[in-house]
């Protein structure tokens, strides 16, 4: 069986700010999904984007967006995302008390869920959810701003995950990925990566 393609989701958070019209329509042919990292300020330290921003990039491309909701409370987004064409919504095992519940929330909405790990978290104490949602994120660099560094050992991670799903399960990675990185990280069930500076060079 052929292998498939990995799939590159271009991070608008690591675009020019003030260009963002410009910066959506530059890449929108070259690829088939364009991720959206909300961050709350609380969640993690960094503030993105509000939904005024992200409904006026709604409306200049037909990309699908993946979101990755990096905040405290992830429920307060989720109607003004589903009406925005998501590809899948990622939330954090850190920011909810029951997982299974804003699985289903999103999936009766017909649209995928996924679950993102931060780097430090176990993904062994999730495995009872890992068939049950359509892709795991995980964090390959602690969301630290431009200082943040590829960590290695998430490797095992990844594996772990691949190894217990057996290809059911999209993985992806997010967080200081480069293009030297892809070949490797495809080898040991990578499906999906997010990379923002190397594709817009911020």
Known sequence: MQKKQMIISPSIASANQLCLEK???RIHHSYEDLHIDIEDGNFIPNITFGM??????????????????????????LEDIFSLNPSIIF???????????????????????????????????????????????????EPDGKGQMFIPEMAEKIKFVRSFNHQKTDIWVDGAITYDKLESLKAIGVSHAVMGRQIFGT
């Open 91 to 141: 939330v954090h095992v850190e920011s909810v008390d029951y997982t299974s519940d804003i699985i289903q929330r999103v999936r009766r909405e017909g649209i995928k869920c996924g679950l993102a790990f931060n780097p430090a978290t176990m993904v062994n104490q999730y495995k009872y959810l890992l068939n049950k949602v359509d892709g795991v994120l995980i964090m390959t660099a």
């Open 52 to 77: 005024k921003t992200i409904k006026a990039l709604r409306s200049i491309t037909s990309l699908p967006f993946s979101f990755h909701l990096m905040v405290t409370d992830p429920y307060r987004y």
């Open 23 to 25: 910066e959506v329509k």
